[in-house]
């Protein structure tokens, strides 16, 4: 999100920089707002998102440094590929 709710440690000097460069970094990689909304252009998103969540390279390191609980779990990229799969079946 380009407008996320940070938490309250957001404020501090180091972990403020961190995750000012993960949201800018991140957002610059994918916009995943369009690619829920279906607005997206970028004709790669699903692969991309597909294979960095089916062999766990997201979130990064230094992400799951300040957000200890960022992991996904089984369930959740089980889900995500599943909502993949669906979206990739609706498009002609």
Do not use: C
């Amino acid at each position: 999100s380009t407008n996320p709710a940070l938490p309250f440690y957001a404020k501090l000097p180091l972990a403020g920089g961190f995750m000012t460069q993960h949201i800018n970094e991140g957002t610059g990689m994918m916009n995943l707002q369009e690619l829920v909304a279906g607005t997206s252009k970028d004709k790669w998103a699903y692969d991309r998102l597909e294979h960095v969540v089916t062999n766990s390279t997201m979130p990064i390191n230094s992400y799951l440094l300040l957000h200890w609980n960022g992991k996904l779990t089984q369930q959740e990229q089980d889900d995500i590929v599943a909502w993949i799969q669906q979206r990739r079946s609706e498009k002609p």
